[in-house]
């Protein structure tokens, strides 16, 4: 008699905010819908919110499930409970909450160790988890949530800094080496950009950007149809890998 074939397992990790969470149970639903064994990585009380979901998709016979990792809330210096970023009553609360972040790659490997998935698709906000997957063999895909003309305007911002070629906040610049042409002021910059300090956030998006460019590729929340352009541009011109498998959802 012969055996079933093996199903492939792919494990999904989203940042502890429902804007990354929801999107990445959405994705992890289609996959299953394709015969794909999904495992979704959350913290017991993110996972509280959402197993209901995930329980109507496995009545409807999704292989679908749910692994537990704790969030060191309090050994970062976070309330006992503060596990999303919903959470947060202080902007000093943010990077705390990146700290416990850094501090899941412990567990997360030993989650690896026993399940041994085919692929992990893990959030742009674990920049380890690149190293983590290729110490275990298998290929490390970054969900962003966002489209393909985000992620080639955020790599020539990062890379060519056309912001700094303006006088004042005010006058437009031009970012370059783009399908269409983009015109932006650094007012329209989020802060840590504008203000050009190094601090906790900006040694984050470092390491993000080091992240991204060493894993097999990304999955775009978006649809080749509204964006072909910037789609063949991040993978010819920028030269990475990218899926378009949305949109998905990102609230309820």
């Given amino acids: ?13 989203p940042m502890m905010a429902y804007g990354h969470m929801i999107p990445i149970v959405d994705m992890a639903r289609l996959f299953a819908g394709r015969g ?10 993110n ?14 016979g999704l292989d679908m499930s749910i692994r537990l990792i704790n969030f060191p809330a309090v050994e970062v210096g976070l309330p006992e409970g503060c596990e999303n970023v919903s959470s947060i009553t202080s902007t000093e609360m943010a990077p705390k909450v990146h700290k416990a972040a850094e501090m899941l790659q412990q567990p997360f490997e030993k989650l690896l160790e026993e399940d041994c998935p ?17 110490k275990f063999g298998i290929p490390r895909l970054v969900f962003h949530g966002t489209s393909a003309q985000a992620l080639c305007v955020h790599h020539v911002m990062h890379l060519q800094e056309p912001y700094k070629n303006v006088e004042s906040d005010s006058d437009f610049f031009t970012v370059p080496d783009l399908p ?32 991204v460019a060493a894993s097999y590729g990304v999955v775009v929340n978006s649809f080749r149809e ?9 993978r010819k011109v920028i030269g990475r890998k ?11």
Avoid at 185 to 203: A, F, S
Avoid at 226 to 234: F, S, V
Avoid at 243 to 252: D, E, L
């Fill in 242 to 252: 990218g899926w378009h498998i949305g949109p998905v959802f990102t609230q309820q």
């Fill in 118 to 134: 085919d692929c992990l698709v893990a959030d742009v906000f674990f920049p380890w988890a690149t190293e983590v997957a290729s």
């Fill in 1 to 13: 008699m012969d055996s079933k074939p093996l199903k492939l397992h792919i494990y999904f990790f």
């Fill in 226 to 234: 509204l964006e072909p352009a910037y789609a063949e541009h991040y």
């Fill in 180 to 211: 269409d042409t983009i015109k932006l002021t650094r007012r329209q910059l989020p802060d840590h950009i504008r203000d050009g300090t190094e601090n906790v956030l900006t040694k984050l998006i470092e390491r993000v950007m080091e992240g």
């Fill in 47 to 60: 996972a509280a919110h959402l197993s209901k979901t995930i329980e109507r998709d496995r009545e409807l």
């Fill in 36 to 45: 794909v064994k999904a495992t979704i990585i959350l913290t017991p009380l």
